[in-house]
């Protein structure tokens, strides 16, 4: 589980005007040249602003549907998507427990140290009930008169360590899609893990990533019960699935130890095939959902729109990048 702040303090020195003023016999003294003062590190946010914009994002969080704020008000990129289909879901099924629950109840915040724009912010619920894990937030800030809004939200994964940020009072800086110092650029991890989550060990990138993580397990096992449920009844049935990240949606940010943390958002699509004339519906009630008793087909095809958080470690590291958490919310079901 996310351990709160950074295990070892960053010192601030502030380097003070230094003179030295040489004196050479029978010549005047150079006027004194004031030393360079070393930057000051400090995080542009902080922890009392944060928990204003949590709360104005809670706000329009709550009213959604009821009248209220528009979601585009505050959330946006991957949150805007997942959070909309959501609503889709729920509305379908009648039933608004299907929501991720983005109540703002936080154990720790990371804040952003950098000067410019956008700045991106995260923070990490309380585990709401032993049953449930705690959701991981990013917040994106696009311009200096523009709110933050909510960017992207992920459920960790059970037992995860989160990696170790600077003290939200100093801020972590934010690494750069195409930034070399880790062992993936950020704008490539998604795309390399895509692959991995399509044809498994045989990509080529299947060393970069750990094995068999939650959410090739959770896949692993939707595949088993769908196909399962054909074979109960004589049929024979595969499984298969099918990635691609989204382009441009990935924020990162840096680790204590020169790694990064690094959200990203994925579609993917699992196919389920029996034997010709065979009428399969969906399993998950949140499919079915979707399905609404749509016409049988040997073919089932189930959309998502996936949100997936991993440590990357810095380049030259012998770890692997691991699954800190991911989400995923269905958007589409068809046959044929």
Known sequence: MPRS??????VIALTGIGTTVALLAGCSAEPPVPEAEAPVV?????EPQEREILQSVATVLEGAGQGGAPLGSRLTGPALTMREAE????????DPRGLTDLSMQM?????????????????VTEQ?????TPVLMAFDQAGARDQYKLWAYVQLASLVTMPRFAEPGLGSATVLADDTSLLVPPGVVAGQYASVLTVGDRSKHAGTFTADDALRQRLREDGREQVAQIEEQDGEGR??????????????????DGGAMVLAALRGQETLRAEEGWQLAPVSSSAAALWAGGAG???LKTSYHYTVAWYVPPAGSAATVSLLGFHRVPYAVSGG
């Not at 702040?5 to 960053?10: E, F, I, L, M, T």
């Not at 154990?107 to 923070?123: E, N």
Request: proline share 6%; glycine share 6%.
């Open 42 to 46: 400090a995080a542009v946010v902080s």
């Open 107 to 123: 154990q720790q915040v990371i804040l952003p140290s950098d000067q410019g724009w956008p700045r991106s912010s995260f923070a």
């Open 128 to 132: 709401p009930d032993a049953r449930t």
């Open 87 to 94: 609503l889709k879901v729920a509305d379908a099924a009648d």
């Open 297 to 299: 087909s040997d073919v």
């Open 239 to 256: 499984f298969s699935t099918a990635f691609e990240p989204v382009e441009g949606a990935v924020k990162a940010v840096r680790t204590v």
């Open 5 to 10: 702040g950074a295990g070892s303090r960053a």
